[in-house]
């Protein structure tokens, strides 16, 4: 019985660390995040835009880690950019942000994920279920 342990340890050491390895491995670790960057109402545009120039916005944001999912105006409102970076950036983003656009904008952070390719799935599949 101890001989079979000892012949068993290697395996049991060898499959541990593999699912430890396994376990530490991020698929996918990419994040999508959504800024709202509201505009200072008591601030025309002309104010708004100095007040991005000197903070070295169009420099500074999106840091080059974000890729840029979409980037609208809301007419009276702001603007809205969603990006998609790596998890370990979220840190940088902030950052990005803290040093553009604060004095021109107030801004909300809002964890972002696509839900179209499952709204596709779905109206396939109730396709396939209508009767002919």
């Known amino acids: 019985m101890k001989k079979l342990i000892?012949?068993?340890l290697p395996l049991f050491v060898l499959n541990h660390s593999q699912a430890q390895e396994a376990i530490q491995k991020p698929v996918n670790d990419s994040i999508m995040i959504t800024i709202m960057m509201k505009h200072h109402q008591d601030k025309n545009i002309d104010e708004l835009r100095e007040i991005r120039e000197?903070?070295?916005f169009t420099e500074l944001?999106?840091?080059e880690s974000a890729k840029v999912i979409s980037w609208y105006v809301m007419m009276g409102i702001g603007q809205v950019v969603t990006v998609k970076i790596p998890a370990s950036e979220l840190r940088n983003?902030?950052?990005a942000v803290e040093k553009s656009v604060w004095g021109a904008f107030s801004t909300?952070?809002?964890p972002t994920?696509?839900?179209y390719?499952?709204?596709l799935e779905t109206k396939e599949r109730l396709k396939k279920q209508e009767p002919d």
């Open 108 to 110: 909300e952070f809002y």
């Open 93 to 95: 983003l902030n950052i």
């Open 54 to 56: 000197r903070n070295g």
């Open 61 to 63: 944001f999106p840091p």
């Open 6 to 8: 000892l012949l068993c």
């Open 113 to 115: 994920y696509d839900l």
């Open 117 to 119: 390719p499952t709204i």
